[in-house]
Every structure is written in C-alpha cells, then in structure tokens.
C-alpha cells in the first residue's frame, strides 16, 4: 500500500530553468513532509522539510509547496544545477502515530547543461 | 565530525542463511532507524531502536530483528534469507526518536544468492 506516491520517475531540465518535482499521499494523517536527494552510493541526504502547518517553505534554491486539500506537495528548484542532477525522494510521517517515514518511489532528475 | 557509518558496505549471502549488518549512529544521535531500499523502490521503514528497544516497527516480518547497544550503535538480523531480502539496508540516526534530523549512512548492499 503506497502511501506516498512520485508518479514521475524521472525528469529532464536545462541548466538554469525550474524544476518541479511532484509527489501525491493518500494518508490524511500525515502532518510533515519531507525532501531527500540521493546520489549513487550515497545515503539520501535530508533537503527540505514542510510542516502541515504551513503551505510553503524556503531554503535558497528550493521551496517546497503544500496543498493539504489536494495531497499534493512539490518541490521547486530555482535556478536548475548539473549538481542537482540525482534521484530525489519525498517522504512523509505521522507524528502522533508512529516514528517512521514513508516514502515515495523517488524521481530522478537530470539537469543538463 | 563522522557521519552514519554501516558496515559492510557489500554483502553476498546465500538462501537461508542469516546475516548480520551493523550501524554507527552520527556523533550526538540516540535513535537508529532501519530502512530497507528494493530496485527501483523507495526505502521501506523495517524498524526504530532508541533506548535499546524496539520503539516501531514496519511491516516486516520476524525473521528481521534488531538490537541497540549502550554505546547506541545497532544490529539488524536477517535470519532465514530469501532471495527477495536482496536490497540495499539504510540506517539513520536522529535525536530523540525524531524524523527529522535524520542522518543516512550510505547503505549496506546485500545480495541473495
């Protein structure tokens, strides 16, 4: 039972334009969101995070939207690097029912010059 | 100052025998996580250790065990191996049994024969 779902499992971007990265839930109790970019033989590495609280959150090139109504969220990054290129989880918790994070399929993207 | 440290970072076994992988938790963190990345998958939460127990746990079955050592390092067992347990293993670390602020080592790459 997929909770978290990136439906596009990979993405093409030219250097300097916005990438957007979409991902869908369907558990109404998730309350935080989070972003991970994992590159080959490497552990996922923590991007940005998003409280239900809020519908927007900023970190420099990276901003992380929320539509609780639509269980949606998407991460936008401005502007696109090659060293952006990786494959890119979301991950979603619950924290008044547990500890552990769920996670999407990943989308890789790939920045080219 | 060390990160997530897991060890061996590859693994061959064969079906039915038990393998044991280790976990070093970032220097400060009390809580080790256990993930389980299938091809193709996103990381599927197996387990969470913090205070030398078992606080959580995935949808796992029991051939999958742990253990958390006073020094907060971990031990994840896999008894009875079939060829489906081929994946790579994650450990992350946090403070308090938080999701985020999680630290990801690099994985453990475990293949069934």
């Known amino acids: 039972d997929q909770q978290v779902k990136q439906n596009s499992p990979s993405l093409s971007v030219q250097e300097g334009r916005i990438s957007i990265l979409n991902c869908d839930y369907t558990?109404?109790?998730?309350?935080?969101f989070l972003w991970y970019k994992k590159y080959p033989a490497e552990g996922p590495t923590f991007l940005i995070s998003i409280s239900s609280i809020k519908d927007k959150n900023e970190d420099g090139r990276f901003t992380v939207f929320l539509n609780k109504s639509a269980k949606h969220l998407s991460l936008h990054i401005v502007p696109s690097q090659p060293g952006d290129s990786a494959v890119y989880f979301c991950?979603?918790?619950?924290?008044?029912?547990?500890?552990?994070?769920?996670f999407g399929k990943g989308t890789s993207l790939l920045v080219t010059p | 100052d060390a990160g997530v440290t897991q060890s061996p970072t590859h693994l061959i076994k064969t079906r039915g025998q038990q393998v044991t992988l280790r976990c070093s938790p970032k220097s400060g963190h009390d809580t080790v996580s256990w993930y389980q990345q299938a091809l193709g998958q996103g990381p599927q939460f197996i387990f969470q250790y913090y205070e030398e127990e078992e606080r959580q746990r995935g949808n796992f079955p029991d051939r999958f065990s742990g253990h958390q050592f006073p020094n907060y390092s971990s031990e994840l067992n896999v008894n009875a191996l079939l060829l489906g347990d081929s994946a790579l293993y994650l450990c992350?670390?946090?403070?308090?049994?938080?999701?985020?602020?999680?630290?990801f080592g690099s994985g453990t790459r475990l293949t069934v024969v």
């Open positions: 991950a979603a918790s619950a924290q008044n029912s547990g500890y552990a994070l769920n």
């Open positions: 558990n109404s109790m998730f309350d935080y």
């Open positions: 992350a670390s946090s403070l308090g049994g938080r999701t985020y602020g999680y630290t």
